[in-house]
């Protein structure tokens, strides 16, 4: 038993009142005549008995009625440690896409925030925080409306996130009894291999989940072949459940052009075929009607009139391997030796090659400089014999690269960096059978550049970062297979479509992406981006012949947006969810020893009510006070 008020008990020095009254209670005696004194004696001592067992209950009543009025001031109650301390709570709600499921037609995140109205106390201060949104030590009503309004987002934070921000809105005072609710549907994406728990705090778990899930994803699409006339779409599609077949849908803009039928096999995959035109630009949508998520049944892309990137070799003209690999359907690609060159067509190029000159002249050099601030990109191949000296004033304003003595010796080209930015894509798997191509010499070099292709002794063949590239041998026939190899194609076409990134199908949301636009702008000019009402600038760098944007994670809605420039549409970008959450698999939470489990959101407030909950007593003893009082008004009445 515990009290509320303990230092009443002072007041239990009171029952010496009743004792002093008891025990030095002055009597006045009153004379009764009696017509016969024979029974004087028998009457005397009678009365003396009656009056004895009287006096002694009075005063055990009176005693025990003033200490049951001392306990009931006191409030005596009941209850566990934890629930006399204060409380701190803090509740996760996870608004995630794949708490889009609907159970009897309401959505997870839905039925979630109406049981948090229901059942969270109205007089209690909580924080409560999101994927994204953060409502510090509030109270339930000033942030009814806001909660009301939540909308599942892509954005999912994992297990050791969601412990990480709570414990910075937990108070660093340790006499508090700290509570953290985790409301989600626990998918696989959100584990994590270490989790950073938080002492001194109760966790609890809701997993929010239905019975069946039946979910159908529009994974990706992309061109898997062209012809003259047309291009061939493919939709890959998945799964979650029983469905066979689902009727999938393209439309140009609003408008519906095609639509098809994807089935499924038994790894739950599918795909659905479109035949597109070349030639004008499709704002492309695809569609499916899905009873599941509704975040994955839509898929934007966009296929605009594809730009040439123009390509320029400087040098020697005999060799025209680059002609093989830069063709017209894609290139710009000019030739020149280095006595025609017009230096003003310089600064209008996206790639410059320059293979193998013996000597680069000053006047280039300079000119190469400017090209490259402007946003160019440069390849050098050297010749058999060079001037190292015009070299390195080329070549050392970029990583602090200079070529150095000739090895006059062959060496084979074994190693490839398959992370370097020229291979990613490229290979499938780390190849180790290849057919390695080799050089009969080769120049040593000093720089701070990647290596993307080497020897076996790990000396540089290839080096480069995202706009210079340097071969430290030379290409020709006389000195070299590497034209002959399989890997030529790749690495010229990469250096190629790096110097402009064209905007891709589309792109995923939240993943860096980086695209060139093929225009000039004025001095307070600026490229936007715009999708209905909504308009947004990104991060852009403007050169004499084009203009690089880059996106991170500041767009967060999907959908096709029109690049403007003088409020004018010059080119669209598509960008898409990433479909992560469409993987309905979920956590074993019944096996995680870190939180207790309940099923269901009033269950848990119900449990933690419980365990804070506190007996009260003081009625009790107000009662048994009631009692000892009439018991006393008996006794004065009946006991003579």
Known sequence: MQFKYPELFWALFLLLIPIFIHLFQLRRFKKTPFTNVKFLKKVVSESRQSNTLKKWLLLFTRMLLLAAFIFAFAQPFFAKKSALKKKETVIYLDDSFSMQLKEDGTTLLANAVQELLKNLPKTERFSLFTNSKIYRNTYLQDIKNELLAIRSNNKQLKLNEIYLKAKTLFSSDNATEKNLIVLSDFQNLMASNEMDSITNVNSYWVPLNIDETNNVSIDSAFVESETLENMNLVVSL????????????????????????????????????????????????????????????????????????????????????????????????????????????????????????????????????????????????????????????????????????????????????????????????????????????????????????????????????????????????????????????????????????????????????????STSLGQDDILKLKKDNYEFIPQQQSFSNKVSLSFDESIQEDGSYGIQQNEKNIKHISFNYNRNESNLTYINTEEQKIASISSSIPSLFETIEKDNSITELWKWFVILALVLLFLEVLIQKYLK
């Not at 689902?246 to 039928?261: D, H, M, Q, R």
């Not at 010796?409 to 190849?431: A, D, G, M, W």
């Not at 050089?439 to 790990?458: C, G, I, R």
């Not at 540089?460 to 030379?474: D, K, W």
């Open 238 to 517: 998945s799964v979650t459940g029983t469905t066979e077949n689902i009727p999938v849908s393209l439309f140009n803009g609003e408008k519906l052009v095609a639509k098809t039928s994807a089935s499924f096999d038994k790894s739950k995959k599918g795909t659905a075929n479109f035949s597109i035109a070349k030639g004008d630009a499709f704002n492309g949508k695809i569609e499916i009607s899905d009873s599941g998520l509704a975040y994955d049944n839509l898929l934007y892309f966009t296929i605009g009139k594809k730009e040439k990137i123009k390509v320029l070799s400087i040098g020697e003209s005999q060799n025209n391997f680059l002609g093989r690999i830069f063709t017209k359907d894609e290139f710009i690609y000019t030739s020149t030796e280095l006595k025609s060159l017009n230096y003003s067509n310089i600064s209008s190029q996206h790639l410059i090659i320059l293979n193998n000159l013996q000597q680069i002249p000053t006047s280039l050099v300079t000119s190469l400089k400017a090209f490259t601030d402007e946003g160019g990109h440069l390849t050098v191949i050297p010749a058999r014999n060079i001037d190292l000296n015009s070299y390195a004033l080329l070549t050392s304003n970029y990583a602090s690269t200079t070529l150095q003595e000739k090895i006059g010796s062959e060496r084979e080209i074994t190693n490839i960096s398959f992370s370097h930015p020229l291979y990613q894509n490229v290979f499938e798997k780390n190849v180790t059978n290849f057919q390695y191509p080799k050089v009969s010499e080769y120049y040593k070099v000093k720089t701070n550049a990647a290596t993307a292709l080497a020897y076996p002794t790990n000396e540089p063949f290839l080096i480069g970062n995202t706009f210079f590239f340097l071969f430290t041998a030379s290409l020709s026939v006389q000195n070299s297979n590497f034209i002959n190899s399989p890997i030529v194609v790749p690495t010229f076409y990469n250096m190629a479509v790096g110097s402009l990134k064209l905007p891709p199908l589309y792109s995923v949301l939240g993943q860096p992406i980086s695209i060139d636009i």
